[in-house]
């Protein structure tokens, strides 16, 4: 992606409160999740342990959609804006309901104004970090152990990026208890574990690496290139079957893809009716550029996830 705009930069660090005009296609642009991200790091800095950053974020929901759950708390409606808002957006009260829009739009005014001048005093990130090394807020899994002091990604190999390649619940209903709403929910040794593959990989690493989670989705090909910069290593687990199982046999293609896994889900065994111990294999690709990389290859152990 293209670096910060300084234009950009200048306006949040300027300004004091943050109106997050709230769509789908809001959320789904990496771009709104790293802006959202740097002004979130802005308005926490040093506050002391246990307090609340100050409320100088206002979601305005334009058009439907489902606030993160970090954001549903910071949507404060004011008590002149219609009850039907949330449902409807101010989209909706625009084209049909013209009262309630100016209503909406004067209460909103009112509530940002207000927030400024109790807020104003707020100081500009005394450093910004790199774009490409600005989390998105909006990107789903677990990321937050990955990062470092100034709020971007750390970058050199401690950093384990986990992709896991597996069904859905929805695509593979049986065995019940198996997979779930995404790759990381996936409990590849169910029934014999009740662990998921993300439990499974966190445990692995024993404090070696800090771990984080990159989700299959359109930034996912970008969110390997930009691990890839930072000397990351990025490891890729899925399962035999699937149509996400084509993801991981094109990964020795895929930008920095460096440690790549095969997780066998347990089988009964017809002799005995019961159930087999799982099998796991992970070929492992480590790039000797990569200093403090453990090795050999062909090792789980090198993996960290032994």
Known sequence: MDPWDDNVVAALQSCTVMVCVSTVRYFNREVCGKEYRLFDLKRKQRLPDGQDPPPVILPVVWAPCELPPFMQALQLVPKEVSDSYLEKGLRHFARFDRDSYHRCNEAFATSIVKTWKKHK?????????????????????????????????????????????AESRDECPQPAGRYGTTGSEWRPFFPIEPETALDHAAKGLKKRFRFREIRLGETFRSDLEQAKKRKNLSIMIGEPRGARARILQRGKRLPGFVVGGILRAPALSPKRGQVQRPVCG???EIPRDLPGCPQPAHSRRAAGLA
Do not use: R, T
């Not at 090394?133 to 990107?139: D, K, L, Q, Y």
């Open 121 to 165: 005093s707020i100081k500009p990130l005394d450093k910004v970090p790199d774009f490409e090394n600005i989390p998105n807020a909006f990107a789903a899994g677990k990321w937050e152990e990955a990062l470092g002091p100034d709020g971007g990604f750390l970058a050199g190999p401690e950093v384990a990026n986990f992709i896991f390649a």
């Open 282 to 284: 992970f070929p492992v």
